[in-house]
């Protein structure tokens, strides 16, 4: 059993990104009886597989003239002029006054929270991909799990005050769907009860919470710039902080605890993004208003065909605040009359990669599994959430026709006629 659940999330997390330069899947169709479904034996709606995200790319000239620029210097890693001018551009964007950039979201999660020296206990969502978990988990800090809220699908504070016992430390909200936690309430329960906060931001590079961009909220806050995130450097992420002494920390960390050229001053790992990457974030932050277009195009096409749909919701942005629109988010009702994973099937047959997201909750995932098996109890929103979030694609390589021809397949089985 814990075996195939670990296949099962390896093989979820080794998901392929496809090249951007793909080919764009073409809808033979839109459907309009059961008749017409892949897994009723028609052909598929889609020739080529239609993938919830493909990596946004910004100019490529202008990424391959910083790549010339990076082997003609000879200065592939350590602090280089792309790393630093990265850095600035981040934290200007943001309005932090420090921006540690590192190799990957994870690596700065764990960073973040050693710096922050968390230890004992940590108050985390369940619901959020397992590398929020993994980087307590990974430094022997006990992931302690809280509830969401099932209309905004992001951590309680009532739940995370429960969750409080003399041995913890901190807490880690995360932005989920780049929609903002509860930050004052979570802040208020922090202050109360003298606790670290972090964010893990990782899918909210680009969003804000009234008017003030995610990244200056709490202790320090975490992004992601992996490939499949609104905003990547290849593999990348970074800790952005108003905290000078904590960034100064964090910098010694990414790198060996190096403080000068052969003076090592602390333990430290190697945390550091290379120029490469480095060079393709600042590509991409050149086009970045071009990707929010495209995101929020397909959104409201897809609130449109949505919203005609009963027993399907799509989770809204709020228009009043800075969205990316990365994710569409749809939560199948128990009245719908199928499931969500039957619903990803049929999907599936017609050759859209619908995804299950983030099921089953890192509390259903090994070694929480194990560690908490009853902990669901305790976790019935992020239990039922899990069970009912589909992800659907978006990006670059999806348009209105695309998204016809994928709602079209939901209104038949809202008919109830497969
Ligand atoms: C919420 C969340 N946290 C952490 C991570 C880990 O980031 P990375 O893949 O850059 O290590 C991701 C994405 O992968 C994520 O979605």
Request: net charge neutral; hydrophobic share 40%; proline share 6%.
């Amino acid at each position: 059993m814990g075996t195939a659940r670990n296949k099962a999330s390896r093989a979820l997390t080794s998901v392929p990104v496809p090249a951007a330069s793909a080919p764009k899947s073409r809808a033979t169709k839109n459907l309009r009886t059961a008749a017409d479904l892949a897994v009723n034996g028609a052909p598929p709606l889609f020739t080529e597989a239609v993938h919830v995200g493909r990596p946004n790319v910004g100019n490529r000239e202008r990424f391959l003239e910083r790549t010339r620029n990076i082997l003609e210097s000879g200065w592939l890693s350590n602090n280089g002029p792309h790393l630093l001018e990265f850095e600035r551009s981040i934290a200007d964007r943001l309005g932090v006054r420090n921006c540690v950039a590192m190799c990957n979201g994870t690596i700065a999660l764990e960073i973040a929270m050693r710096a922050l020296e968390l230890h004992g206990e940590v108050i985390v969502p369940s619901y959020t991909f397992v590398a929020t978990a993994h980087a307590l988990q990974w430094q022997e800090i006990t992931p302690i799990f809280a509830d969401i809220d099932p209309v905004t699908q992001n951590l309680d504070p009532d739940s995370v005050r429960r969750m409080i016992t003399p041995r913890t430390t901190g807490i880690v909200g995360v932005h989920l769907w780049g929609r903002a936690a509860p930050v004052a309430e979570l802040q208020a329960v922090a202050s109360e009860r003298g606790l670290r906060l972090m964010f893990d931001a990782s899918h909210g590079f680009g969003c804000s919470l009234r008017g003030k961009p995610l990244g200056s909220f709490g202790d320090c806050e975490v992004f992601s710039f992996h490939a499949t995130k609104f905003f990547n450097t290849f593999e990348g992420g970074a800790v952005v902080t108003n905290d000078d002494l904590l960034a100064e920390k964090m910098r010694l960390m990414r790198n060996f605890g190096f403080f000068d050229y052969d003076k090592v001053i602390y333990t430290g790992t190697n945390g550091k993004m290379t120029e490469i990457s480095a060079a393709m974030g600042l590509t991409n932050l050149e086009s970045i208003d071009n990707f929010v277009a495209v995101n929020r195009r397909n959104y409201h096409c897809y609130q449109a065909e949505i919203a005609t749909i009963p027993g399907l919701t799509l989770l809204p942005y709020d228009e009043s605040e800075n969205n990316n629109y990365q994710y569409i988010v749809l939560d199948v009702s128990p009245d719908f009359p199928v499931s969500r994973d039957r619903i990803i099937e049929v999907l599936h047959a017609e050759k859209v990669l619908a995804r299950r997201y983030f099921w089953p909750g890192c509390h259903n995932m090994e070694p929480y599994r194990s560690y908490y098996p009853h902990a669901g109890l305790v976790l019935p929103n992020t239990e039922r959430v899990a069970a009912q979030v589909t992800v659907l694609p978006s990006g670059s390589a999806v348009h209105a026709e695309t998204i016809h021809a994928i709602t079209s397949v939901l209104r038949v089985l809202a008919s109830g006629a497969v």
